[in-house]
């Protein structure tokens, strides 16, 4: 199952990259040559998706064990495919190719049944949603592929930028001669400014849509000014941003307005659902932190990662399939990622970096940025190739750059990577002496270390005093225990109390060293033991031998010069 969603993951976004490769590639050129092929090309693509979704509705009707999967393959073919169409609907407007034919019918009833299609979306984003036909019913000349894609390209611009709580209207309106249908769309979105307005109907022209958490080609748009004129009509945009958009759409519904090779006098408007696909995601499980499939939970003890993408659907499928190996956490935006990781503990952080509010670049730099939260690994996903963007990414200080499409398996392979590496780190500090700790902290001023200098120095001049605590270390560290908990498990694997005294038997030993004839009571004293014997049962307990038996052998003529090597250090 993983191994099919990936496949056609890697499908839709090599058809997608190569299809826009194409089209720019068209206008640069030999435009009538290459749009033939690109057409050709598009047609070609789609019946091997069409083969895909007819295996995957068999498959589905034989095993409901998977069915947000298999949703998430549908939905993304089903986008696939549209995208497809409307690259097709603009090739073959620029190569002269996109024809009009017109049906006599009630026009009325066909704009208010295609209207209707759009209900679900609206609903699930808690939108106000009206649909207005005046009269309600009226019988006109129209080409009903057209008008659909001209509703459906409008209410789907609307939908994206329209809050929830906010008011989206058709309205359908004629003129006293009845041969003019004036279709307008209007809501209470983001708006637009006077520079957006001028590039509105540009192809590839996206209108910032990642900043309202949604998804755009470019060409919605476009196609829809180029179906307009098509059909003998004009479109008009008014908009005010923070007060919402309006389009007017006039289009000619008489028989005369239209050239005798564009008629089809035999088949009238078919009052069938519109056969324009709208892609929605009303039925899609939204990723949550919990799973629903008991079989694949990760074990206890599994790494706790925590994922950041604006799209629901890849960060509801990277949660489903990490599941199974990690305790996952998801958040739609880096503001999100940051308020998760303030009050939760993570191994790992994967984010993608094109995002609103915060991109991945900057959370990056907070996180590193942040002396409780350095330490966390980072592994930024992008669909940039460019050598520059892969710079930026270790700039902002991530630990690891993945491009998409991308493995399952290698990302992966990736995450262990870096948390064994963290693993190893804490490995190596509990096996360091005192001289070596306290080198290793100076070393480079990296967050880590100045992190780590800082602490060997607050318990270091507070070594002799026995109540020095939690309590006591976090303040002077400026910290919450649980962060300083946090900060410390990650570097040394070490909780709070466990690192004072890890560093105060260190500093037994180093003493021991130097001074080899030192009383076992004046020792613990030393190092903020009150009880001596409670001191040398933990300096057993560390190291393996008494510090009785560690000051005797010191204290020989020919000592060994490190009897606890072998041991912790």
């Known amino acids: 199952m993983t191994e099919i969603i990936i496949k056609i993951s890697i ?10 490769i194409y089209q720019r590639y068209a206008k640069a050129r030999q435009k009538a040559r290459m749009n033939e092929l690109f057409t050709n090309l598009a047609h070609e693509l789609l019946t091997p998706l069409t083969i895909l979704t007819a295996s995957i509705d068999h498959t589905l009707g034989n095993s409901a064990r998977h069915k947000d999967d298999y949703y998430t393959m549908i939905l993304n073919i089903q986008r696939m495919q549209h995208l497809l169409q409307q690259i097709l609907e603009t090739s073959k407007q620029q190569s002269g190719n996109l024809k009009l034919l017109v049906a006599n019918g009630d026009v009325m009833a066909h704009i208010r049944t295609t209207s209707r299609a759009v209900e679900p979306l609206m609903q699930k984003k808690g939108i106000d949603y009206s649909i207005q036909c005046t009269p309600s019913t009226m019988r006109g000349w129209i080409d009903t592929d057209k008008i659909d894609k001209i509703i459906f390209n409008l209410l789907s611009n609307a939908a994206k930028y329209t809050p929830a709580n906010g008011k989206v209207w058709l309205t359908a309106t ?35 849509y990642r900043k309202h958490h949604t998804t755009g080609n470019g ?8 179906l307009v004129s098509l059909h003998n009509g004009k479109i008009e945009c008014e908009s005010h941003e923070g007060v919402g958009t309006t389009f007017l759409v006039t289009l000619p519904i008489n028989k005369e307005a239209y050239k005798k090779e564009q008629i089809d006098e035999i088949n009238p408007i078919s009052m069938a659902t519109p056969e324009v696909a709208f892609i929605d995601n009303a039925n899609m499980p939204q990723p949550t932190d919990s799973t629903t499939d008991a079989d ?22 990277l949660k489903r399939l990490l599941s199974a190996t990690y305790h996952v956490r998801v958040a739609l935006n880096g503001m999100e990622a940051l ?231």
């Open 11 to 20: 499908l839709a976004l090599g058809i997608f990259c190569s299809l826009l």
């Open 339 to 569: 308020e998760h990781v303030a009050n939760h503990t993570f191994d790992l952080v994967i984010s993608d970096v094109m995002m609103p509010k915060i991109d991945g670049y900057e959370l990056t730099r907070r996180l590193k940025a942040n002396t409780e939260t350095c330490h966390l690994p980072i592994i930024l996903l992008t669909a940039c190739t460019q050598a520059e963007n892969h710079e930026q990414a270790l700039k902002a200080g991530a630990d690891d750059y993945v491009t998409k499409p991308f493995k399952l398996n290698d990302l992966k392979l990736r995450i262990n990577n870096l948390i064994e590496n963290r693993k190893r780190i804490q490995h190596d500090f509990a096996n360091r002496t005192i001289e070596e700790a306290v080198t290793m902290a100076h070393s480079t001023n990296t967050p880590d270390n100045l992190f780590m200098s800082k602490a060997l120095d607050c318990i270091h001049n507070h070594l002799t005093d026995s109540d020095y605590d939690r309590d006591a270390f976090a303040s002077d560290m400026g910290m919450s225990q649980s962060s300083l908990y946090n900060k410390l498990r990650s570097i040394t694997g070490m909780s709070v109390s466990d690192f004072i005294r890890d560093i105060r038997l260190k500093e037994a030993k180093r003493i021991i060293i130097e001074t080899p004839g030192i009383r076992v009571g004046e020792l613990a004293y030393k190092v903020g033991y009150k009880d001596p014997k409670y001191f040398a049962t933990s300096f057993k307990k560390h190291y393996g031998m008494r510090p009785t038996e560690f000051i005797d052998k010191m204290s020989m003529p020919n000592h060994v010069s490190n009897p606890l090597s072998s041991s912790n250090s």
């Open 174 to 208: 004629t003129n006293n001669r009845f041969d003019k249908i004036y279709i307008e769309v209007k809501d209470t979105g983001a708006g637009m400014n006077s520079h957006q307005l001028k590039h509105l109907y540009e192809h590839f022209y996206d209108g910032d």
């Open 296 to 317: 694949e939970q990760a074990s206890e003890d599994a790494y706790k990662i925590l994922v950041v993408d604006d799209n629901t659907e890849l960060l509801y499928m």
């Open 219 to 226: 060409l919605g748009l476009a196609i829809t000014r180029d």
